[in-house]
């Protein structure tokens, strides 16, 4: 286990202590489900399985070939001066075959087939991980987005009390029509936004069922990320000695150059034992000269020897191949080179965006309180003339943006910070305690397929693990979840609106 699991412990304490609803999901509860339902899991599981068989099929070449050949023949016309010729014959041969030296071809297919098989295991944790974030953040976009609705759900509300309060204050003469136009333009932009954010909502959600394989039902907050590092240089350090990408990476150059050895060996000779024999039975076919003189009705032989295998000219293929094996390790190592500046930006840029999200939500935070104190001291001014309609409506408008800017950074910190996690190879089913079953651990089938030289193993069905989501509802935009107190309530809004000081009539 390479770091102290997060969603285990304290965290879900945290997250158990407190009373849910029946439908509630937990953040553990959604990476468990993807973990075992997941179609892109389970297809690059399938295909570390299928890199396990190239370990067989190279060993392949270092055992003996044995072979069995057998035929009948039935001559339906006789050759008119082969006077011995058979009517009838049935032949059957048994070859062996066992290679002695190839060059080095053998030794280092099966040493690359090897290194393939750690590098396929390193790209499913980078396949796990890559999963846990984009589920992480599908779970943080719909808390996100739920919020964004009811706050603009809640925006609409004030701004329609509003309108309808200015139209009677129109009536009465105590506003101009401008008030009540603007007021009306307000209402009907708050309802477009309201109207996008359900759509993003339903799009959240939709990705979430993409993702886990089930609707999110009343999400609960996440438990904190452990183990974040103090600086960007930490999570370089440590993202370059365990991502999984950047490792699947090297272990593929480091395949690479097997593969040239293996193309140099076709030049090399080969040295190759065998053994055969042969029987050959003529049904008493067999003719003869002589009435006296019968030959035997069947033959067999049998031979043991030793092949030895010079290439001198092969129309310049050996040297083709070895130039294709040296350009492809060279591509291999490039991208060794490529996957390190990715994993060093990836680590570098989540840490920042991970950093800069707690700066915006700390910011955030003393924005909506302000903005609170700032639209009820707004409106109690114009209940006395001091303010205009338009300047209450500014005051709502920026209140809703600091509110939703605050609801965004709590995502966008969550998301990095686990992104940052994930960069770091500080993600996967083990770090993250989803021990509720054993984990799938990839050594077991190599292991299990290494040794087998049995041509009629039995190859059992793989079975399909994961599940189709055609039988989910389409998703609504409902809010499952209260919003938090600094984002909901704390502002009086039933002062009157007035015309504000000075302001024409018309």
Known sequence: MRSLPFLTGTAI?????????????TLREALLEAYKTNPTLAAQRANVRAIDENVPIARSSALPGVQLQSSYTEAVVLPVTAFTAPARTSQTQANLTYSLYAGGATKNGIAAADVRVQGGQAAL??????????????????IRDEAIVALNRQNVRVLEVNLRASRDRFQVGDLT???VAQSDARSAIA???????EARLISSRESFIRLVGSAPGVLDTPPPLPNLPTDPDTAVTIALDDNPNLL???KNGEASGFDVKVARAARLPRVDAFAGGSYT??????????????PPQYDRAAQ?????TLPLYQGGAPAARIRQAQERRAQAL????????????????????????????ASSEIAVNANKLSLEGVRAENSVGNRTILDILNAEQELLNSQVTLVTARRDAYVAGFALLAAMGKAEARDLGLEAGPLYDPTVNAKHVRNNIWDFAPAPTVPITSTRTNATRPQGAQVTRPLDPILDGGVDRSAPITAGEGAPNR
């Open 125 to 142: 944790r980078g396949t796990e991980a890559d999963l846990f974030t984009a589920v992480v953040g599908a779970y943080m976009d719909v």
């Open 191 to 197: 309802r477009g936004q309201l109207q996008t954010a």
């Open 177 to 179: 029509r401008t008030d």
């Open 281 to 294: 039975n003529y049904f008493g076919s067999l003719g003869s000269f002589s009435p006296t003189n019968v």
């Open 304 to 308: 043991l020897g030793l092949r030895f």
């Open 13 to 25: 304490l945290a997250l158990g202590m407190a009373p849910a609803l029946a439908s509630a999901e």
């Open 248 to 250: 699947a990476a090297q």
């Open 334 to 361: 490039e991208q060794v080179t490529e996957a390190e500046r990715q994993v060093i930006a990836q680590a570098r840029s989540a840490y920042a965006v991970w950093q800069s999200s707690l700066q915006v939500i």
